[in-house]
């Protein structure tokens, strides 16, 4: 009888543990839940019209004076500024010496419908969006990540390079230029479809504009990405970035934070774009610009007609003055990337080497920059860098009366010469 009362006992504090575990565990996924309605709340502005478009994203038309931009506390007070003169121009070099692509490029959610006037098309984000991250505040942000300690390494950089040398988990191969007031910059990017092998892997081709270097800039970005983990598949899309403290805290993908301003009712930030350039065939390209108005925001223009959008000044320091550093190229994020093998395998602009050129490597033709004689032409001084030369790499490929052309990416893993 002892024995039995002693192992009805361990049963019930048995049975109480359970239940109380359970009860703690239901606490912790209600306030998590609770959590994830309130950010989707935050993210998701009511819509005046929904469109569903054929590969799974649903765009909302929002009311441009209510989007997130809005929610920023610098910008509570802002003003919607109209589009500069200049940028109504048309800016564009000539094409004369443009490589056989086509330039008919569009979104995928056009072919569903269209936004009325006075609205802005944004990504509607989903639970299953923001259950894929670690971290609700960081949603639509590039990782944290830890810098190489330039006083241990051996790593061999200029100073046009130094801040895609410092990170640990990022491969850069671009073309890049060093100067003191760049108000703008320009190029048609090859549009591509290439492969990420690991769900938190992204690869993009892209343009940067910065102020600073090494451990510590500023940045505004625009082009193409592939990145499963923010947008749920494996589809290339435009996107946009900015940052005012390399990464760490502010800024973001697309309007998946507080801060850029749409003003286009034609194109979708994060939205997936077709068609894709394939080898021994058609290829497609998309123009995209950024530029500096006289108040300090920074425009994205795309298909050499459609702005987007801005950049506020209010988001901004030394960036509200100019730039002092554009890139153009492809970055790989990856936890295997300058690590032990093996390597990632996330490809890079088309995923072949740079010197397949036309046809089989991803491409920029009329890269421009924009300074202060407020003209578009081809940097004086450029420079070529790959962080990982045997993975990705990068070629300015310079012909006499001929534009130049850059060609870059890779394969990433290619033994024997990236494992």
Known sequence: MWKYNVAMLLLWVFTLCIILELKVEAKASSHFEREIEAKLKLLNKPAVKSIRSENGDIIDCINIYKQPAFDHPALKNHTIQRVPDFLLKSESPSR??????????????????????GTVPIRRILKEDLLRVSSLDRFGQKPIEPFFNSTTTNLNFSSLDADASYFNNRSDAHLVTLGYNYIGATANINVWNPKVERPEDFTTAQIWLKTGNGREFESIEAGWVVNPK????????????????????????????????????????????????????????????????????????????????????????????????????????????????????????????????????????????????????????????????YCYNALNDVQYGKDPVLYFGGPGRHPPYCL
């Not at 805290?249 to 350039?277: H, K, N, R, W």
């Not at 003055?321 to 093996?342: M, R």
Request: aromatic share 14%; with cysteine.
């Open 230 to 389: 923010l947008y749920g598949d494996t589809d290339t899309r435009l996107f946009a970035y900015w940052t005012k403290d390399s990464y760490k805290t502010t800024g973001c993908f697309d309007v998946t934070c507080q801060g850029f301003v749409q003003i286009s009712s034609e194109m979708a930030l994060g939205s997936t774009l077709q068609p894709y350039s394939a080898p021994f065939n058609q290829q497609y390209e998309i123009n995209v610009g950024i530029f500096m108005d006289n108040g300090g925001n920074w425009w994205l223009r795309v298909k050499d007609r459609i702005m987007v959008g801005y950049w506020p000044a209010e988001l901004l320091g030394n960036l509200r003055h100019s730039a002092t550093l554009v890139q153009w190229g492809g970055q790989v994020f990856s936890y295997a990337v300058k690590t032990d093998p093996p390597h990632t395998g996330t490809q890079m602009g088309s995923g072949d080497e740079a010197n397949g050129r036309f046809g089989f490597a991803c491409y920029m033709t009329n890269v421009r920059i924009k300074d202060y004689s407020k003209s578009l032409k081809y940097p004086e001084y450029v420079h070529t860098y790959a962080a990982e030369p």
């Open 96 to 117: 004369e010496n443009s490589l056989n692509a086509s330039s008919d490029v569009f979104q995928t959610w056009q072919k569903s419908g269209s936004c009325p006037e």
